[in-house]
């Protein structure tokens, strides 16, 4: 369970109550959005992000300057240098979208103390002046293995994670977990990715493994080999998430998406524009031993979705009957 700040605790109960956002706070905004590389229109975390964007302006009346969006070109020194023009132009909060910030906010939340920062999709970076908003991996990658188990034929499965992301949750015992809820045999085959994603997928299905989840998103690479060694006589399937990964959009992908989970970026995006209107800050306390803070968010409060298409609508009662059991906190994850 979460703690909390106890210098926070009031002002976290009365702003998810009902936020109080007076005229006079919403007047004087002046707070920021950096997408990342690709900004809108990029069909994946930018796109999540801009619907709340979106809505937060509509809701709280907010003007380009009130609200100001950017896009970085992807690289570590153009987002240092646009979070130092943003906050040396006084916006305050700074809302950084997708884990790729990590190190350039690393650098900028000392080099600012006074400016507060948002970063979506990323657990990594501690400090009082940084909300860190993240979505509770360890309950998808529960329900992934659940509907892996559920449509594996062989009785292997594979679980791929992006070894440049780090999460607050073991997202190994959650997968095998759900997976043994179905089958208590079930092999799992897992392992973070090296140098090359896709020979490492190709091999899995040699031994065996026959539904994949990855949280691979640096490129299709893992999906296109799932595509590729799937054949009629010996189907193979996946699981992913969006929007980290826009590439489950295109018809190859949907040949074998078997189910994706949906991190709502939209709201986390809405969340921290809404708190920054009102000049408030989350209290959650995600790591204490590493100072973490901000909001983690749950398939109970809406912030995690599991989306299952017509190749895997057979296995959605084992879907939803795991889900409700994570709701109803009998599986803690």
């Known amino acids: 369970m979460l703690k909390t700040r106890a210098t926070f605790v009031l002002v976290a109960l009365v702003a998810v109550m009902a936020p109080a956002l007076s005229a006079a706070h919403a007047s004087t905004t002046k707070m920021a959005v950096i997408y990342d590389i690709g900004g809108r229109g990029d069909g994946g975390i930018n796109d999540a992000a801009a619907i709340g964007v979106d809505k937060a302006r509509k809701k709280f009346n907010l003007n380009p300057l009130a609200l100001r969006e950017i896009a970085t070109d992807g690289t570590d020194l153009d987002r240092l240098?646009?979070?130092?023009?943003?906050a040396n132009a006084g916006y305050d909060p700074i809302l950084l979208i997708g884990y790729g910030f990590q190190s350039s906010l690393a650098v900028a939340m000392s080099e600012f103390p006074g400016t507060q920062f948002g970063i979506v999709d990323n657990s990594n970076v501690g400090q009082l002046n940084v909300e860190c908003m993240v979505f509770n991996e360890a309950q998808s990658s529960y329900l992934a293995g659940v509907l892996a188990a559920s449509a594996s034929k062989t009785g292997k499965i594979a679980l791929l994670l992006d070894v440049d992301r780090t999460n607050l949750r073991d997202l190994?015992?959650?997968?095998?977990?759900?997976?043994?809820?179905?089958?208590?045999?079930?092999?799992?085959?897992?392992?973070?990715?090296?140098?090359?994603?896709?020979?490492?997928?190709?091999?899995m299905a040699k031994r065996g493994a026959d539904v994949f989840y990855s949280t691979w998103n640096q490129s299709s690479d893992v999906i296109d080999a799932v595509v590729a060694t799937s054949t009629a006589k010996k189907p193979l399937r996946y699981i992913g998430v969006l929007p980290d990964q826009f590439f489950l959009k295109n018809n190859k992908a949907k040949s074998v998406?078997?189910?994706?989970?949906?991190?709502?970026?939209?709201?986390?995006?809405?969340?921290?524009?809404?708190?920054?209107?009102?000049?408030?800050?989350?209290?959650?306390?995600?790591?204490?031993?590493?100072?973490?803070?901000?909001?983690?968010?749950?398939?109970?409060?809406?912030?995690?979705?599991?989306?299952v298409p017509t190749l895997g609508s057979?296995?959605?009662?084992?879907?939803?009957?795991?889900?409700?059991?994570?709701?109803?906190?009998?599986?803690?994850?």
């Open 81 to 86: 240098l646009k979070i130092r023009f943003l």
């Open 172 to 203: 190994n015992k959650a997968f095998l977990a759900g997976a043994q809820s179905v089958k208590p045999k079930i092999m799992v085959l897992a392992q973070n990715w090296g140098m090359s994603p896709a020979s490492d997928a190709k091999e």
């Open 257 to 307: 998406l078997l189910g994706a989970i949906q991190k709502r970026v939209d709201i986390a995006t809405y969340d921290l524009i809404s708190y920054g209107v009102a000049q408030q800050s989350f209290s959650d306390v995600l790591d204490s031993s590493n100072s973490i803070f901000g909001r983690e968010y749950s398939f109970k409060d809406g912030g995690l979705d599991f989306l």
């Open 314 to 333: 057979r296995y959605i009662p084992a879907v939803l009957k795991a889900e409700s059991l994570i709701k109803s906190g009998k599986v803690k994850l």
